[in-house]
């Protein structure tokens, strides 16, 4: 049974930094396209971030508009972990904080993805 783990998030000021790790077990992690989603209070899940998985020259990664340039996606094989280094941080990137896997690209883009963690709570102070 595929299971997914995040850690690292908290309570950072506004301007900080954070990172947080999604562990995956139970099969071939390389295969996965692994995302990053985040869920505020009051408000729907968003996508944030995701990298591509094994089996072209060079892994890919997409980001929403609110990160790009601030957090940045990447993965680990060997470890089976994906990382979300997240900086300068603002009050609105307060959110829970979910990890998605799925062999599909456009699944885990479009928040379809087959597998979920059970999130990390990420809160900015101003």
């Known amino acids: 049974q595929v299971q997914l783990a995040e850690s690292g998030g908290g309570l950072v000021q506004a301007g900080g930094s954070l990172r947080l790790s999604c562990a995956a077990s139970g099969r071939t992690f390389s295969s996965y396209t692994m995302g990053w989603f985040r869920q505020a209070p009051g408000k729907e899940r968003e996508f944030v971030a995701s990298i591509t998985r094994s089996g072209s020259s060079a892994y890919y990664a997409y980001y929403a508009d609110s990160v790009k340039g601030r957090f940045t996606i990447s993965r680990d094989n060997a470890k089976n972990t994906v990382y979300l280094q997240m900086g300068s941080l603002k009050p609105e990137d307060t959110a829970v904080y979910y990890c998605?896997?799925?062999?599909?690209?456009?699944?885990?883009?479009?928040?379809?993805?087959?597998?979920w963690g059970r999130g990390t709570q990420v809160t900015v102070s101003s």
């Open positions: 998605a896997e799925d062999t599909s690209l456009n699944l885990v883009r479009s928040g379809r993805a087959g597998g």
